[in-house]
């Protein structure tokens, strides 16, 4: 019995002097755990998002413009958020050949957001569409006295010159 207790004391005795280094080596994990990368884990709507540019990059305005439909009714962001649904949606309309729809939304566009460059271009180009050639021509006269530089709007007054043969304008 004494052999026992004198093993267990000189057991417990070298366990506990091993204790006093363990301790200074105490790993704490909310460090360790913010020193390994995270997943870049996107939400539900930028994921719509997302797949409505993919979309609409990709030629298929329509299903750009179900996602877009999808984030607007949600009407669940930021107001920069929910603009850019917005104009997603119109110019998926734009493009997909629903003027009077696409035209409806960037009217209610600008009346939310004056003077937003990319919905007062769509709008020109949704007018020249239409056959407008005197409502688009005004529309993109006011965007390029705001950005000369913009393609899409020199593109169309380009055309129009065309329409009206006037070319040497046009070429310019």
């Not at 004494?2 to 267990?8: D, E, F, G, Q, V």
């Not at 020109?124 to 529309?139: F, I, N, Q, W, Y």
Request: glycine fraction near 8%.
């Amino acid at each position: 019995m004494k052999r026992i207790s004198t093993a267990l004391l000189l057991s417990t005795s070298l366990l506990l002097s091993g204790c006093g280094d363990a301790t200074d080596q105490w790993v704490d994990p909310d460090t360790t755990f913010e020193s390994v990368p995270q997943p870049d884990i996107k939400g539900i709507r930028a994921t719509q998002e997302d797949m409505a540019k993919e979309a609409f990059s990709g030629g298929d305005y329509e299903r750009a413009a179900k996602f877009y439909q999808l984030l607007v009714a949600q009407d669940k962001g930021t107001k920069a958020e929910m603009q850019r649904y917005k104009l997603g949606l119109a110019n998926s309309a734009r493009r997909m050949g629903k003027n009077d729809a696409a035209l409806a939304m960037y009217e209610q566009f600008l009346h939310e957001t004056p003077g937003e460059l990319d919905a007062q271009e769509g709008k020109g180009l949704t007018l020249l569409a239409m056959g407008k050639s005197v409502e688009a021509s005004r529309v993109f006269s006011e965007v390029v006295a705001r950005d000369a530089g913009r393609w899409r709007t020199l593109n169309a007054l380009g055309i129009l010159f065309v329409t009206k043969n006037m070319i040497p304008e046009a070429m310019a």
